[in-house]
């Protein structure tokens, strides 16, 4: 059991360049989200999904992309990378049961550098 | 406006003294709080939550509705408890809002 994992680790790109982070979970969660953590900013929520096929915007989606085919898989897609979306992305995941949001499950992270 | 607040960045206490992590809120419904903690090197994870009302490797936390407060707090700090500490609430259907975080040192 993994639990939840990101891909790459760490990853730098030049401004305008296109690419997409890999989050997986293996515990059959319903519900799963993107988040960056910058200083003195906290996390903060870009996009999160309650299914496949179900996405919806968070607090900062602008220059990001989600999909959910799977229950599974949460790929988070920068379109035009810019060095504002420098940062360190988190995905988590957890259950909805009965209305109620269970404990998230975080990732270990991907710190991104945008030239 | 929704809103989490953690006043402190930094909070700095010796060991065996009382910690009180601070976090006001900001929600028009009825919130749903949770305190998160990153440990060293180790991936954020959930501390507690309002729901629960339990005592989690000796912290406790209160919702003051009056004072739209979750305040984190533990009688005597140990060394293991420095971290990054994170509350967050659950706004509206499913969307969390993290405070800024505050890093607590305990200090041997």
């Known amino acids: ?115 | 406006a929704q809103r989490v607040t953690q006043p402190e960045k930094l909070l700095s206490v010796f060991k065996g003294a009382p910690v009180e992590l601070k976090c006001n809120y900001s929600y028009s419904g009825s919130p749903e709080l949770f305190w998160y903690v990153q440990y060293s090197r180790q991936r954020l994870q959930l501390l507690l939550r309002h729901i629960s009302r339990e005592s989690i490797k000796g912290f406790t936390a209160d919702l003051n509705k009056g004072e739209t407060s979750f305040h984190l707090k533990k009688p005597f700090a140990q060394e293991e408890d420095s971290a990054m500490y994170y509350c967050a609430l659950l706004s509206g259907t499913y969307k969390y809002i993290f405070g800024t975080g505050t890093r607590l040192k305990v200090l041997a």
């Open chain 1, 1 to 115: 059991n993994a639990g939840v994992t990101q891909t790459p680790k760490f990853q730098v790109l030049k401004t305008g360049q296109s690419m997409t982070l890999q989050c997986a979970q293996d515990m059959n969660h319903e519900y799963m989200s993107w988040y960056r953590q910058d200083p003195g900013m906290g996390l903060r929520l870009i996009h999160y999904s309650v299914g496949a096929g179900i996405t919806d915007q968070g607090e900062v989606p602008n220059g990001y992309n989600v999909s959910r085919s799977t229950t599974e898989d949460f790929p988070l897609r920068l379109l035009s990378a810019a060095p504002s979306q420098t940062s360190v992305y988190f995905c988590a995941s957890s259950w909805i049961a009965g209305g109620t949001y269970n404990e998230q499950f975080f990732g270990p992270g991907t710190r991104l550098t945008v030239l």
